[in-house]
């Protein structure tokens, strides 16, 4: 059973490395933050409604929620019996203390990617507007530039309009600064592991059973 945390840049390919984690462990729980959000928020309780009066106010839903919300997910019995892969959080400090009181993790994951590459990554992503293929215009186009790949009709490189350079950017440095204060922590406590690793889907199943192995 592989108890994780996941860390990594918007960009650096977190979920691409869930999934192949989850191929890997097959009934380990992917837990993230968005998830329990959405479904204590739909399911309309007593946590959810609580979040939904600050997030109703565009406010910041306030540590201990964000806390006691994860806590209750993590006590649930297919966590216990199968382990976790946490992605989303935590996002402070003070709840990186807090979780360690009631779960523990063997190996922190940081993926690792350079700040150009992310930047590629992230600006460069456009997918077909008729079946939702991704690409992108700098690391993964088409063979034939305005031809999809996946359903071969006719398509224009489009791209999201929040993602310009500058918004991206501040994205990345705001990660960059929470991130820290976190995985001192973590490497103090001798649970972290970096990904050098640029492309996760490129890893074998053998190097991702490394991966998750326990540090200690
Ligand atoms: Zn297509």
Redesign the pocket.
């Known amino acids: 059973m592989a108890k994780i945390i996941l860390f990594g840049a918007p960009g650096s390919g977190k979920g691409t490395l869930a999934s192949r984690i989850v191929e890997v462990e097959s009934n380990i729980v992917h837990i993230s933050t968005g998830d329990i959000f959405r479904e204590n928020i739909s399911k309309k309780t007593p946590l959810g409604l609580k979040a939904k009066g600050f997030t109703d106010k565009g406010e910041l839903v306030p540590d201990e929620l964000v806390i006691d919300m994860v806590r209750e997910r993590m006590e649930r019995e297919d966590v216990k019996e199968n382990g976790f892969i946490l992605d989303g959080f935590p996002r402070t400090l003070p709840q990186a203390q807090k979780l360690g009181e009631f779960a523990s993790a063997d190996v922190v994951l940081l993926l690792d990617v350079p700040k150009d590459i992310l930047l590629k990554r992230i600006l460069g992503r456009y997918s ?1 507007p ?2 939702g ?1 991704i690409y992108n215009k700098w690391l993964n186009k088409p063979k034939k530039e305005d031809i ?1 790949d ?2 071969g ?1 006719k ?1 224009e490189i489009t791209q999201r309009a929040d993602d310009n350079e500058e918004t991206v950017k501040r994205r990345i440095e705001v990660y960059e600064e929470n991130s820290a204060p976190i995985l001192k922590f973590y490497e103090d406590l001798g649970l972290l592991k970096r990904v050098d690793s640029i492309n996760t889907l490129e890893l074998s199943g053998q190097e991702i059973k490394r991966l998750i192995s326990p540090v200690k």
């Open positions: 077909c008729n079946c293929q999809c996946k359903c009709k398509m």
